[in-house]
């Protein structure tokens, strides 16, 4: 069941016709919340409920026993790493290493397949296996480290793991945050219900009508499946992706803010205009940035940071970057990509170069984008051997054929509606005199805004799909 979906709007709309009536009493509301949110989950496979319900358990009870315990605090903790962080090797990382370690025997002549002896039922990934695992591994490091109380009651807790806008792809929520906000409840105020309104509206544009539409394009390219291979061509297909993705993940989390703040609860936010970054340290403060700031707090800062010395903090950096690498895909070009950042991330320590370019920064934003972007060939990319082919067409700088304009013309369409509509909310944020203008005519300017958005949603939505971060 996805957001933009039939399905979902009707779930949707039962959930809300009902959401007054048993949200004024605690045991009423987290039931409601975890019943919705479990038939939300159930829909795609109910079999992945039980998953889920063995990871909430699990961290449910090492809560409890941290609470009451004085000795062995760190063997519960590890119990609790332990279960988790082994289902999701299971499910999600079993095939990738059999790989890895049959290729690393077959040039010794050892012929293995491990990747037959794996059983079947490992071989189906869960939906959002790695948000709602890194989630509730939260709450049990929290407990752990006494920055938090557990809670006794499990359907508050299940309530905090499970619920639905934010179940399958994010932002991972902390404990600590959210916990006080489900002991009770809001009724939200018109402007709340407004905001949360344009919030979903603007998400489903996002998805719907720009990543929708620019997928086409991108994954014709990348399947092989086009005719054209010039520079020029796969230029406009990796910014095409840059926008793609970023568009269909900030698209999912406007929709799930949008869907908690219309039940009166707040979601922090998780993007931030991450492609005006002007270095790739700033890139990653603003970039999904629960996940960015969960592994700063449970793996960067736990091994020292920068507190032990320069030299001792590239070392976390290094490590923190590969394991969210590893974190998005069993795949060689998912710890490609991450080590494209690493190697990012320690000349801009090492050198400061970005510093240079602080009189012109919309230079500085054109060149961090490029970087992230050719990064994104990588994340992209099927095989490692494609990502370097397609690298390799990108600087070749050999003709190319401007043909491609004509074929895929409403795909060059979306891509400068996408560029403009970012840059425009940008500015008006940051440019004061458009920020002035803006504040003036705020009403009517979103009127028009969320009109335009809606007949776009209703005339001109692209062949629907799931979003892409579905698939971690």
């Known amino acids: 069941m996805v957001f933009n979906s039939i399905e979902f709007l009707l779930f949707a709309g039962l959930f809300f016709l009902l959401w007054p009536v048993f949200r004024t009493k605690d045991a009423a509301r987290w039931t409601f919340i975890v019943v919705a ?3 939300f989950y159930g829909a795609w496979d109910w079999r992945f409920l039980f998953l889920i319900i ?46 890895v370690i049959q290729d690393l025997v ?20 869960p939906v959002g296996i790695s948000f709602y695992t890194f989630q509730s591994l939260s709450y049990t490091i929290d407990v752990y480290k006494g920055k938090l109380k557990p809670t006794r009651n499990i359907l508050l807790f299940f309530s905090y793991l499970a619920m639905f806008p934010q179940l399958v792809a994010g932002p991972i929520i902390r404990a600590k945050d959210f916990l006080n906000q489900l002991r009770s409840y809001r009724i939200p105020s018109e402007i709340e219900k407004w905001n949360a309104f344009k919030m979903i509206c603007f998400g489903l544009f996002q998805k719907v009508v720009i990543a929708d539409n620019l997928s086409f394009f991108v994954d014709s390219a990348y399947q092989g499946k ?89 070392y976390a950096l290094v490590i923190t970057m590969l394991l969210s690498g590893i974190w998005h895909g069993a795949n060689y070009t998912f710890i490609a990509w991450a080590s494209l950042h690493v190697i990012y991330l320690l000349i801009e320590r090492k050198t400061n170069w970005y510093k240079r370019f602080k009189r012109i920064p919309y230079l500085l934003t054109i ?55 970012e840059m425009t909310i940008y500015l008006r944020k940051n440019f004061r005199p458009l920020k002035k203008f803006y504040w003036s005519r705020k009403n009517s300017f979103d009127y028009a805004l969320l009109t335009l958005c809606i007949l776009c ?5 692209g062949e629907g799909s799931q979003f892409i971060y579905f698939q971690f």
């Open 457 to 461: 949603i209703v005339f001109f939505r």
């Open 226 to 314: 086009s005719m054209y291979s010039g520079s020029l061509y796969w230029w406009f297909i990796v910014v095409a992706f840059s926008f793609q993705i970023y568009c269909d993940f900030s698209g999912y989390t406007l929709i799930a803010r949008g869907l908690a703040k219309y039940m009166g609860y707040h979601f922090k936010m998780n993007f931030n205009h991450p492609y005006f970054a002007k270095s790739i340290r700033e890139f990653w403060t603003r970039w999904h940035i629960s996940l960015s700031n969960w592994f700063r707090d449970y793996v960067y800062i736990p091994l020292g940071g920068s507190r032990k010395g320069k030299h001792y903090g590239m």
């Open 106 to 125: 077959n040039p010794f002549g050892l012929e293995i397949n491990l990747v037959n002896s794996i059983p079947e039922f490992a071989l189906i990934l």
């Open 54 to 99: 063995f990871s909430g358990l699990v961290d449910y009870c090492a809560g409890l026993a941290l609470g009451s315990a004085i000795k062995h605090r760190r063997a519960i903790l590890g119990a609790s790493l332990f279960a988790n962080l082994g289902a999701l090797f299971i499910f999600k990382y079993s095939v990738f290493f059999a790989t």
């Open 367 to 421: 060149l961090i984008f490029l970087q992230v972007t050719l990064a994104w060939v990588f994340f992209r990319a099927v095989s490692i051997d494609q990502a370097f082919n397609i690298v390799g067409r990108l600087v070749s700088f050999r003709s190319s054929d401007l043909n491609f304009v004509d074929t895929y013309l409403s795909g060059v369409v979306f891509l400068i509606l996408a560029i403009i509509i």
């Open 37 to 39: 949110s479990f038939v």
